[in-house]
């Protein structure tokens, strides 16, 4: 017989272990056999004592017990944690190539709730987000050693949601050698990670496929430059392809066919990267910090793509309202001149009033509580908006939202009144989630964080 304490769960509770739901909250359980101590495993039963699934225990957080198996278990060892990291590499090998640089383990989706691993190149980087976790750390290091043989890891449990665990944040090497910057290679392309100083681990593998979903839009934009491809006779007398301009002059530029790309909240500018890969004529690359914009222009720099990209440090709110303005302002004076009015154009313009042909939003988390939803909307309608103004007749807005607790319907209907209100309409060419290596647990609404949508958009007055 099992001398592992137990919960009892309350008769009148949803089934939500039952389909497939991780974990258990204080207000769910009806009593408590044994003396478990926080960390420690518990045996989960319903109200007749019918054993499903075994936890482990934290009353001094609102996630009172998180499951691990659906069964017996006696202690979280190494050969636990053996077992279930050799599942989690397994699914990346699969979906992703032998050794690819991506989320090793995501959590609860990999059956280990609260360990979280990143693998850039030879060096793990872990955030323990769990009291469960942290007291089988010796177990799951020597696991992740002997799985994975990596050069070193690194600890990045340097984020507030400890506090919620009675833990407190802590970073550092726990083994091996680990240099602050590691080069990984993503779609093809060259990115620099800094493992210690990053944003989370240092990098975010989540967006990895939707990245690759920009291609088909930064292509084929020449012809609104009166740019066509001709049958010309070249110097060896074989008759070739070539862009000619409206006035009959060859184009020379390589990438003529490219769109204009504005880039907000590039963080270490990856989505700049995929869209030089993939053509673009010209990227704005913008984020409010000048740390951020210093790796995005090594990568920039490593990938040989310097020559197309500028880098604002500006903020995104800021800096497209500051754009709309500026259109704003100059289509007042050409309306002006249309209808024969007198126009001091001895008056300089007081904004850039630019536009592009593909704006790329993809910011922080606005929402991290309940509360704070409606100012998130807030937000992610103005920045929508805006952009949409800002957007070529026929453009393209790739949007995204990393906030939980604003669920994809009420993302979608956000944007939908940005479109309302700037006098668009807009066609859905994507809607997607986390990439591969971040799997979904069916029924748990929890880890469907990310939402990302590309959208065509046109003026309502010109349908």
């Known amino acids: 017989m099992s001398t592992q304490a137990s919960i009892w769960l309350n008769k009148g509770r949803r089934a939500r272990i039952e389909e497939g739901h991780p974990w258990i909250y204080a207000g769910e359980i009806a ?21 499903l699934a075994t936890g482990y225990w934290n009353p001094a957080s609102q996630i009172t017990v998180r499951i691990v198996a659906y069964g017996p278990l006696e202690s979280l060892d190494t050969g636990f944690f053996r077992k279930r990291l050799m599942h989690a590499s ?133 012809a609104r430059s009166g740019i066509t491809l001709q049958e010309k006779e070249s110097e060896d007398g074989v008759n070739k392809l070539v862009p000619v301009n409206a006035n009959g002059g060859m184009v020379t530029f390589p990438y003529w066919d490219g769109a204009t790309v504005l880039e907000c909240f590039a963080h270490t500018g990856s989505f700049t990267l995929h869209a030089c890969k993939y053509g673009a004529k010209k990227v704005t690359c913008l984020d409010i910090s000048e740390h951020a914009l210093q790796t995005a222009r090594h990568n920039a720099e490593i990938n040989g793509y310097t020559d197309r990209v500028e880098f604002v440090a500006a903020d995104a709110f800021e800096y497209l309202r500051q754009q709309v303005a500026g259109r704003d302002e100059r289509q007042v004076r050409a309306n002006a001149k249309l209808s024969g009015a007198k126009v001091d154009t001895s008056k300089p313009l007081s904004t850039e009033g630019r536009t592009w042909d593909v704006i790329i939003l993809d910011p922080p988390a606005f929402a991290k509580t309940k509360r704070a939803v409606e100012g998130a909307c807030r937000g992610y309608k103005d920045i929508n908006l805006q952009a949409m103004k800002l957007l070529n007749e026929g453009g393209y807005l790739v949007t995204a939202s990393c906030s939980y607790h604003v669920r994809p319907e009420l993302f979608l209907e956000t944007i939908q009144e940005a479109a309302k209100d700037a006098g668009k309409i807009i066609r859905r060419i994507e809607w997607r989630g986390a990439g591969k290596d971040h799997p979904q647990l069916a029924g748990v609404e929890e880890g469907h964080y990310l939402k990302f949508g590309i959208f065509e958009v046109r003026t309502r007055k010109e349908l």
């Open 90 to 222: 397994a699914h990346r090998t699969r979906f992703l190539g032998d050794g690819a640089s991506c989320r090793l383990v995501y959590g609860e989706a990999d059956f280990l709730p609260g360990l979280v691993v990143d693998r850039f190149n030879d060096v793990l980087v872990v955030q323990v987000l769990s009291l469960g976790m942290e007291k089988a750390k010796e177990a799951w290091l020597a696991a992740l050693i002997e799985v994975f043989a990596p050069r070193g890891i690194y600890e990045r449990s340097d984020v507030g949601v400890r506090t919620l665990e009675g833990l407190e944040e802590r970073t550092g090497i726990l083994y091996g050698e680990c240099p602050r910057y590691a080069e990984i290679i993503e779609n093809g392309l060259k990115v620099q990670v800094d493992i210690e100083g990053g944003q989370k681990t240092g990098y975010f593998f989540d967006q990895r496929e939707n990245r690759a979903a920009i291609e088909p839009l930064i292509r084929g934009w020449g």
């Open 31 to 51: 009593k408590t056999e044994g003396e478990p101590e926080p960390g420690q495993l518990v045996e989960v039963r319903d109200h007749r004592g019918l054993m």
